[in-house]
């Protein structure tokens, strides 16, 4: 492969970083909150403050503790007396709503200040890939990989944000890292890392618990090739274990110093009770009872929530169902590859496909045993791809490509070690300029699809479906409407002189926030049909603007799939109309005559 020395190398890898940094800085200045970011900002602020985790326990609290640090400084008020904290069970949207917009706070700096140390994250993930597949392949497939990983929509999107799934793919990578060390030499110093780091993964959210089937089946390949005593790794593993449901144990301990007993179980019963109590749900509620598992114990209820949440009972779009290209269901199987290939650069699916097309193609191993012995690394990277990727076609939740980002670090590491060993067997070749001229061009046509996206990361799609401005049209949700684009939709009314505008807004912004009376709320989505709701083009004012979210517009226009008893059709009316602008590729602007 072509030499690089360090100091370049550490030059451009600085070079890229700080990028990425100004990308992701300058890219959500504008950007309004965003759904979850409505529940899990004022969260993580009451669990550092209040020491009570009451708020949003359907996801650890690492992430959003980490959020809030900044927050401590600048002297917020908390509504502590508004019934979303005194009565309400999890009254997490109601108080994120009181926290951030009506309680006298400069919600802007709350979520610029909460989002710094998501970047930051973002960053250091960049950075131990690098190193990761720095030790694996040497500097340049380094650089590649950090490359991929700057430039990606998908994390500049998602990164800035306060979401869990960035900082999960982080959690994993450094996981799987540690392990692999521990496997490799089982002594205490990889035992306690190993342990701490997967501690901490696991209060980062609840999907990843995969981690443990995960590295039980790496342990017996490890075991298997190694030909090493199973026996011998067994009190190192029940050691890791212990010592990450420690990790889990303070940090609970901390989050319900002051959370009321009775609070803890009044949440279980509302949310573990409704279709009858398990055995396990059972254990949970009396585990909670005894004061030294209570910790454990709220830890394993957020845990069956998610549980349920995925694999049983689903988590959909506001209709109630989940949209893809113009249907509306409960689950699709295919979602999340057919998804993968709308919103990664198209560049990268070739780069990906010509990559391991070469890996076949030069692939020399005498048996299927010795290749994955001498490449356990990347093979244990490849079997966790799988088996996430297996998990991710059976899950029901079908909100958001983010919710498979764990895979991505896995994958730009084997598609750049896959270019480097292509780059191997043909540099003596004449086809060496071909295959320089391909790469480069695939890599610049890469970073400029993600340049030329800038700001709008979270509404990427590529060239498969016209781009952002159509992305909407095949899926809507966190692929591309969040929430995140009510504050450009005031600065475009502001732009067009507009006195007056009917929103239909889904996301965590406030219109009075941003609008004050300019902005009228409409209430003609089929998610607002369940609150008693039911507004059509009759009641619709005749020489008005009306702007509406693309979740919204898209869950009322879709055509249900056999089996469907949502809301649909509530948008159909729109049919008739043509938009007349399209505000951050996330909320649509029709002029209604």
């Not at 959210?205 to 067994?234: C, D, R």
């Not at 079997?383 to 939740?397: D, M, N, P």
């Not at 409407?481 to 912004?509: A, M, N, P």
Request: overall charge neutral.
């Amino acid at each position: 492969m072509i030499n690089i020395s360090d100091k370049k190398t550490n030059f451009l890898v600085i070079f890229l970083l700080a990028l990425m940094f100004f990308l992701a800085v300058f890219s959500v200045k504008d950007d309004s909150a965003t759904m979850d970011e409505l529940a899990r900002i004022p969260a993580g602020y009451s669990y550092l403050t209040q020491r009570d985790f009451r708020l949003h326990f359907e996801d650890p609290p690492l992430v959003k503790d980490i959020s809030a640090i900044p927050l401590l400084f600048l002297n917020l008020k908390f509504p502590k007396e508004h019934s979303s904290w005194t009565k309400d069970v999890n009254g997490e949207w109601v108080f994120g709503s009181e926290f951030l917009y009506r309680s006298n706070n400069n919600a802007d700096q709350i979520l610029f200040w909460a989002r710094l140390p998501m970047i930051f994250i973002l960053l250091f993930l960049g950075w131990f890939i690098f190193k990761w597949t720095r030790e694996l392949a040497g500097n340049l497939p380094a650089l590649l990989v950090l490359f991929l990983f700057s430039f990606s929509p998908d994390f500049l999107a998602h990164g800035r944000l306060v979401t869990t799934d960035v900082p999960a793919a982080l959690g994993i990578v450094l996981s799987i890292y540690f392990y692999l060390k521990f496997l490799e030499t089982p002594n205490r110093k990889n035992i306690i890392l190993s342990g701490l780091i997967l501690g901490t993964t696991l209060l980062i959210k609840f999907s990843t618990t995969l981690l443990f089937p995960f590295f039980a089946i790496l342990t017996l390949f490890f075991v298997w090739l190694s030909s090493k005593i199973l026996k011998s790794y067994i009190k190192g593993i029940i050691l890791i274990i212990l010592i990450s449901t420690f990790v889990i144990f303070i940090v609970y301990q901390f989050h319900i110093l002051n959370f009321p007993l009775e609070k803890q179980l009044e949440a279980m019963k509302a949310y573990l009770s409704f279709d009858g109590v398990d055995s396990i749900e059972e254990i949970a509620f009396k585990m909670a009872e005894i004061p030294i598992l209570r910790p454990l114990s709220h830890y394993l209820f957020g845990f069956l929530v998610t549980i349920q949440r995925e694999m049983k009972y689903g988590h959909y779009s506001p209709v109630g169902g989940t949209f893809l290209f113009g249907m509306l269901g409960f689950h699709f199987w295919y979602y999340f590859p057919f998804v993968f290939l709308i919103k990664i650069p198209l560049a990268f699916l070739l780069l990906t496909l010509f990559s391991f097309l070469s890996f076949f193609y030069f692939l020399e191993f005498t048996s299927l045993k010795s290749w994955i012995k001498n490449h356990f690394i990347q093979f244990s990277m490849l079997l966790f791809i799988i088996i996430y990727s297996l998990l991710a076609l059976r899950g029901k939740v079908n909100i958001g490509l983010r919710h498979f980002y764990p895979v991505y670090p896995f994958l730009f590491i084997l598609v750049s070690i896959c270019i480097k060993n292509w780059y191997d067997k043909i540099k003596e070749l004449k086809h060496k300029k071909l295959f320089i001229v391909l790469v480069s061009f695939l890599l610049i046509w890469y970073g400029t699809s993600s340049l030329s996206s800038f700001p709008h990361y979270l509404s990427y799609f590529n060239e498969l479906v016209g781009g952002s401005k159509r992305g909407y049209e095949y899926v809507v949700d966190s692929n591309v409407d969040w929430g995140q684009d009510l504050k450009r939709l005031s600065q475009w009314v502001e732009s067009q002189g507009i006195d007056k505008i009917y929103v239909d807004y889904f996301g965590g912004g406030d219109l009075n926030y941003y609008f004050g009376d300019k902005a009228i709320p409409w209430y003609g989505a089929c998610w607002w049909r369940q609150w008693g709701w039911n507004l059509n083009k009759q009641d619709f004012p005749k020489g008005n603007y009306l702007a509406v979210s693309a979740t919204y517009l898209q869950d009322g226009r879709g055509k249900p799939v056999i089996g469907f008893d949502g809301y649909w059709g509530c948008y159909d009316w729109l049919n008739d109309y043509k938009s007349v602008d399209q505000v951050g590729d996330s909320i649509i602007v029709y002029y209604i005559d």
